[in-house]
């Protein structure tokens, strides 16, 4: 072993790099192999790396495009469970929207909820609708301060027929106390809604935008 070990140094030991073909055979094919894995790795580095990078762009922009396929096909097979969803929506917000009075009928429903009271023997000692309405998006609301004397059993019947009145009616803040001659005394706040007609719709989000748009620059100063 120690023989052969020596004669592979000494294959190596007085090589003349000037003169490569007097080499012998082992330092001929040790340096054949050298120069095929510099070719390569420069190769690799040159060429090759970058051709495998856009190999696995390709691949993944390959596995991206056929998620958006996948996709955009389950939407198209549920597109007409979509439509019936939002026509469904839409008549649901219409039978929402016919529960609320226009401005004309605010006043017949307020005696609606005078009406109510006194349907059950109530005494009004305070009705006092606010003195501005608070606007949203598409509708108005206005609270009524309420004081209505009389027993309980009244006063919650009078709270299950402001629920079955064909307009949205809230009782909101209810407290009870003890009154006179036996009777008991509720103050609340009945809040009740109308939707906005469509110039005030138009108005409300004209200033909307005027809120959101940056204010006018100065003039500057000759």
Known sequence: MAMDLSKFADDFKYLDPKDPGTWPALPKLVALIGILAGILVGAYFLDWQGQIEDLEKGKNEETK???DYLAKKKQSINLDLHKQQVREIEQSFGALLKQLPNRAQM???LVDINQAGLGRGLQFDLFKPAASESTKEFYAELPIQVRVVGNYHDMGAFASDLG????????????????KDNQLQMDATARTFRYLDEE???AQRKAAKAAKAPPPKA???K
Not at 164 to 179: A, E, K, Y
């Open 65 to 67: 495009l056929k998620d």
């Open 219 to 221: 003039a500057a100063k």
């Open 164 to 179: 079955q009145l064909s307009r949205i009616v809230t009782l909101n803040d209810v407290t009870i106390s003890p009154g």
């Open 200 to 202: 005030e719709v138009a």
């Open 107 to 109: 006043d017949a429903l």
